[in-house]
């Protein structure tokens, strides 16, 4: 799987990338078939603390599947992302069996 981090308006610091790069690939255990994710980083104007947003957009054959999450921080919404990502390729993946 390629992996490609953007980061809207701001460079992602090192641990963050690092973080992404380790925990990313795991994805291809629960759906095989991913050609590439795109990993986008952005920082909300919004007056709440929960402003740190994540999105994955997740290329498969025949659908990109996209999630995005918001919270106080860049670390967390990763997390979040990572737990919806891993249910929705598992869904995948039991309905191409049938």
Do not use: W
Not at 23 to 36: A, N
Not at 74 to 98: D, P, T
């Amino acid at each position: 799987m390629k992996i490609r981090v953007i980061g809207d308006g701001m460079t992602p610091h090192a641990p963050l990338e690092e973080l992404i790069e380790k925990k990313l690939p795991k994805l291809e255990s629960f759906y095989d078939k991913i050609i590439d994710c795109v990993v986008r980083l952005k920082v909300d104007n919004a007056s709440s603390k929960d402003n740190k947003c994540v999105e994955f957009h997740i290329a498969v054959p025949g659908d990109d599947i996209v999630v995005s999450k918001t919270s106080e921080s860049f670390e967390e919404s990763f997390s979040q992302c990572m737990e919806a990502a891993k249910k929705i390729l598992v869904r995948k993946k039991e309905i191409e069996i049938k």
